[in-house]
Nanobody, 123 residues
Framework: QVQLVESGGGLVQAGGSLRLSCTAS????????MGWFRKTPGKERALLAG????????YHHDSVKGRFTISRDNAKNTVYLQMNDLRSEDTAVYYC????????????????WGQGTQVTVAS
């Protein structure tokens, strides 16, 4: 039942960095596993990262491991995705997600998404 709103997307040159933010409404935030997905045209929404309810456990997909870092601040009802060394293939709409499950690397864990924010990496 949490409502999610992403921000921080934009245009960045290859090799640059960007930080996405997702602010949640409602008091259910701290009880939700949080994650980030992205979608490109013609492809399914792909899970990039997840974080446990208190932030003690992190998951990052191999495609972004070492470049992207998920974090959360429960006092601010906010989850972040720090993106470094951006590449052209990172261009996508990025979605914040909340989940009621516990398995961070399972896409089915997540059942709510924001509206998305566009990230474009220039060549």
């Amino acid at each position: 039942q949490v409502q999610l709103v992403e921000s921080g997307g934009g245009l960045v040159q290859a090799g640059g960095s960007l930080r996405l933010s997702c602010t949640a409404s409602g008091r259910d935030f701290s009880d939700s596993v949080m994650g980030w997905f992205r979608k490109t045209p013609g492809k399914e929404r792909a899970l990039l990262a997840g974080i446990s309810r208190r932030g003690f456990t992190l998951y990052h997909h191999d495609s972004v491991k070492g470049r992207f870092t998920i974090s959360r601040d429960n006092a601010k009802n906010t989850v972040y995705l720090q993106m470094n060394d951006l590449r052209s293939e990172d261009t996508a709409v990025y979605y914040c997600a909340a989940g009621s499950g516990s398995i961070l690397n399972n896409p089915s864990t997540y059942d709510m998404w924001g509206q998305g924010t566009q990230v474009t990496v220039a060549s």
